[in-house]
């Protein structure tokens, strides 16, 4: 072969960067899809946990004289679309994360994020608790349990903003933090129905623009 017919290699590099480039790119694109895929339903799941779950709380009170719920029947589906939330969150999460290698700074940032959801609540319930011990009225603790739950998942939200660089997750962490210091001035018990519209809402309203930006 003639040398003068060899590729010249300042013409070959950039070529091969450029080509190493955009396939890291189609590669960060597919994994951030793939993970992205699941998120509607997982946004679907806690929206319809919020609007029902908060609305049916609402309606023991709320509704009267016309309609009212009884306050088990209340409560006990509230703590089951809840926890179906929460199991579908999980569900969604593992399957959003098949085929993926993470890091180990990656996983142990993940887990300990995980955790601080689970310990967050366990501290606001245990914290109600002692407050009711020490003598806060019913009343009371309708406006407490609510706000404390939906302060903690804005400021969770806006934190995992933070760490993962993500906007989405700090415009709603954000909402959160101010359904939260809003609903109580509505008092009892017009603030569950604030709870069950601006925060089901916006939930659905996430769910449904996850929606499009995946099958775009």
């Known amino acids: 072969m ?40 997982i946004l679907a799941a806690w929206g319809v946990a919020w609007l029902v779950g908060f609305g049916l709380l609402w309606m023991i009170d709320g509704a009267k004289p016309a309609f009212s719920v009884p306050l088990p029947v209340a409560v006990v589906l509230f703590i089951v679309l809840m926890v179906g939330a929460l199991v579908a969150t999980a569900l969604f999460g593992i399957r959003s994360g098949r085929g993926i290698r993470a890091s180990a700074d990656a996983a142990f940032t993940g887990a300990v994020y995980g955790w601080a959801w689970t310990i967050a609540f366990i501290a606001m319930f245990v914290f109600g608790t002692a407050l009711i011990r ?7 603790s309708n406006i407490y349990y609510p706000t404390a739950s939906s302060l903690l998942v804005g400021l969770l939200y806006f934190v995992g903003g933070g760490i993962w660089r993500a906007k989405p997750l700090l415009w709603l962490g954000g909402w959160f933090i101010v ?3 809003v609903a109580p001035f509505f008092g009892y018990p017009t603030n569950y129905l604030v709870f069950a519209l601006a925060g089901g809402g916006v939930f659905l309203a996430g769910a449904v623009a996850g929606w499009l930006w995946v099958r775009r």
């Open 2 to 41: 003639n040398i003068s017919d060899a590729p010249e290699p300042d013409e070959e590099e950039p070529r091969d960067a450029a080509a190493m480039l955009d396939l890291m790119r189609a590669q960060q694109e597919r994994v951030t899809r793939q993970m992205a895929a699941e998120v509607p339903l």
């Open 134 to 140: 020490n003598g806060m009225p019913p009343e009371l």
């Open 179 to 181: 359904v939260a210091l």
